[in-house]
């Protein structure tokens, strides 16, 4: 872990300056939380491994046309990456009813929807990161009606990329969380990370609706073996080519 005073603590991450202004590192954390962290503990050696898992991904992404702020792993933990503003909304692609979908809707946990479901929302910590629709997003100031076009399509490419790719890992992606940022250049860039702590994963071999869980569901709802998820993940993520 870098010595230098950092800019930004998270959850899940440790943000540092580099000597490059347009280059930060990106430290992740074994901590975890749930319910806008209510629930906290930690997962061993789950920094190394979504590091490991993001970073896989994001060349996947980038392979395939979609700019990231990722530039490379100098170690297990740590990230080098582009220096976004990042845009305070959660951009979140469903693809199978889960989680809040299922307490909001009445959906039965499980249900493929007709098609990917794109919801934003606030990423405000004190206001429990509550959803937004576009109008929303527009009387905060925080997007333009371009912008917020750009992010859905930007999000349903990432996911028609990410579900083949989990598909060939023989994962069901279900649903995941993305941020976004503009670097100095005002490109918009991928940014956070993708791994267990922000998608749901279901391993199609399982056939116990609990023994299919490879996400941080786990941790939530004290699953137990969740290192073990985590590294099951890992491994099928860096077995395939990108």
Excluded at 3 to 28: Q, R
Excluded at 163 to 190: A, M, P
Aim: aromatic share 8%.
């Amino acid at each position: 872990m870098s010595a230098v005073t950092p800019l930004y603590e998270g959850k899940a991450k440790i943000i540092y300056p580099t000597d490059n202004p347009e280059v930060l590192l990106s430290y992740f954390k074994d901590d975890a939380t749930a319910f806008n962290a209510q629930k906290k503990g930690q997962i061993i050696g789950k920094g190394a491994m979504n590091c490991a898992i993001s970073a896989h991904l994001f060349k996947k992404l980038a392979s395939s046309g979609i700019p990231t702020h990722f530039i490379d792993q100098p170690s297990a933990n740590e990230m080098r990456v582009k220096a976004v503003s990042i845009i305070p909304i959660e951009v979140v692609v469903r693809n199978i009813a889960a989680g809040s979908l299922c307490q909001q809707t009445g959906l039965a946990l499980g249900t493929a929807l007709p098609f990917a479901l794109v919801d934003f929302y606030y990423k405000d910590d004190a206001l429990g990161d509550p959803m937004l629709s576009p109008d929303r997003i527009l009387l905060l100031n925080i997007a333009t009606t371009d912008q917020i076009d750009q992010l859905r399509q930007m999000a349903l490419s990432i996911n028609q990329i990410l579900t083949e790719f989990f598909q060939s890992c023989s994962i069901t992606l279900v649903d995941f969380k993305l941020e976004f940022g503009f670097d100095s250049r005002q490109q918009l860039l991928l940014a956070d990370e993708i791994s267990p702590d922000t998608c749901r994963l279901w391993d199609q071999a399982a056939t116990d609706t609990a023994a299919r869980v490879l996400d941080k569901d786990r941790f939530r709802q004290d699953l137990g073996n969740v290192e073990q998820a985590y590294a099951q993940v890992m491994e099928r993520v860096l077995s395939q080519v990108v």
